[in-house]
């Protein structure tokens, strides 16, 4: 049964340290009863509070990392069923599959398609997070080489063993132990032998079966073998598979506390046909996977996955937003022209964006409106005259340029006048309403 906030707190240190990132034990306390943070976040906690507390205080889904170092891609945690409820907590990684048939060089180009991935969308680095690696040859020895090869291509990715062959799945778990691989999976047929690799290596075990009740089984065996670190493939492959079972495993894990089914998930989304396999892996990124495994790494596809699943795992009720300053773009001079606009996120990169393709190097003055655009701050009252003025004045900028001329964007051309009463010495011009029409109207100044 879950333990209130005050029955959690009763069994802390009580030394109000702040090591967990807290003011207090009970701030702690009431976080940790939320399922908000994890137990392990007080260092001093008692193994008498750890015995009492552990499974109490357990996430109702498990968390764990995929892969290991910096680039380790965690997983579960999560506590809610909707979004907007609260957040998502865990980014679903994305991975592909390849298998130890191709050539040495089919490998390396794979692995090393992987790890060029990485594009940068709004701010944040995005990318295939993991590589499964399919032991379709049969050959235990031929599987290794594979393995081993494509874990040192692509030394950032996760390492996923697609392996239901015990013998082989061992000798490529010790290949590449340093990497925590995932090993894909036990079975009702193999799972003492697959549980035995994972528990010895301490790596991650995926649980696979058809249908949920037999997983549950599957997964409960698993646990009294002693592995604690388990990911569930329930068998679904369609759309309509994906979005029932992964429901009934998230509202099973949150609602009824149903421990068998309280770890993250992975689907298997892998078609011949690309847009019908991007669709069905946009379909398990909303509805609760944790790693979706594709068949090939493509940009376009790339580009819809990664957008998918930062909208989903952005933070509804935290604006995302860049940091108030000047910035400079294209290494401007005094006589560059120089533009504001707000701190949204998507406003500041499309804008900044745009200046950048205009090639003229100008300054962007981005003002702290909470996080909101350009409209909705003026709406707001935080992108007014006077606040523009007084970020103006107090940023400095007017002593780096010779011409005092800030560009105002078109959309709130109404406070031109009102800006020029209030900033004294410079002269508003009104910029271009959309941020497409930037390069140009910058290459017109500059004729
Ligand atoms: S680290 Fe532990 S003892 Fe320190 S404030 Fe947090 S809960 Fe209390």
């Known amino acids: 049964m879950a333990l209130t906030g005050i029955q959690i707190f009763k069994l802390l240190p009580k030394t109000n340290c702040k090591k967990c990132g807290f003011p207090t034990c009970l701030a702690f306390a009431m976080k940790l009863a939320q399922g908000g943070v994890e137990l392990s976040a007080c260092p001093d906690v008692s193994e008498e509070a750890k015995n009492t507390l552990g499974e109490a205080s357990a996430p109702p889904i498990r968390s764990f990392s995929l892969g290991s170092g910096d680039m380790a891609v965690k997983m579960g945690g999560e506590n809610v069923m909707f979004r907007h409820d609260k957040k998502f907590i865990n980014p679903c990684a994305l991975a592909i599959n390849i298998t130890d048939t191709l050539s040495n060089d089919e490998l390396a180009a794979k692995a090393e398609e ?234 500041y990169f499309i804008v900044s964006g745009e200046v950048e393709n205009s090639k003229v190097p100008s300054r962007l003055a981005v003002m702290d409106c909470e996080g909101l655009s350009v409209l909705t701050a003026w709406a707001a009252g935080k992108f007014t005259a006077a606040k523009i003025a007084q970020f103006i004045t107090e940023s400095g900028v007017g002593d780096q340029v010779n011409n005092k001329e800030l560009i105002l964007p078109g959309q709130v051309a109404i406070l031109s006048g009102a800006l020029e009463d209030k900033l004294e010495g410079w002269k508003i011009t009104v910029g271009p309403r959309e941020a497409n029409a930037i390069p140009t109207y910058l290459k017109s100044k500059e004729a």
Do not use: H
Request: charged share 25%; hydrophobic share 45%.
């Open 114 to 347: 992987v790890a060029a991935s990485e594009m940068e969308r709004v701010g944040q680095k995005l990318r295939i997070d993991a590589i499964s690696i399919e032991c379709a040859s049969g050959d235990a020895a031929k599987y290794e080489a594979a393995v081993k090869l494509v874990a040192d291509k692509a030394p950032d990715a996760a390492i996923i063993l697609n392996c239901k062959d015990a013998g082989a799945a061992e000798a490529a778990v010790k290949a590449i132990a340093d990497r925590k691989p995932l090993i894909y999976c036990a079975t009702d047929e193999n799972a003492e032998a697959m549980a035995n690799i994972a528990k010895t290596n301490s790596v991650p075990l995926v649980a696979c079966a058809d249908g949920l009740e037999a997983l549950s089984a599957l997964t409960e065996k698993i646990k009294d073998l002693g592995v604690e670190d388990i990911v569930l493939d329930s068998g679904a492959k369609t759309a309509k598979e994906i979005i029932e079972n992964n429901t009934q495993i998230r509202r099973s894990a949150l609602k009824k506390s149903f421990k068998p089914l309280g770890y993250p998930i992975i689907n298997f989304v892998t078609r011949d046909d690309a847009m019908l396999e991007t669709s069905i892996a946009s379909v398990a990124i909303a509805k609760y996977a944790s790693i979706v495994v594709l068949s090939s790494v493509e940009k376009w596809k790339n580009l819809a996955l990664y957008t998918v699943r930062q909208n989903i795992y952005t933070d509804p009720q935290v604006p995302m937003q860049v940091e108030q300053k000047i910035y400079e773009i294209s290494e401007p001079t005094a006589d560059s022209p120089l533009m504001i606009t707000t701190n949204f996120s998507l406003t």
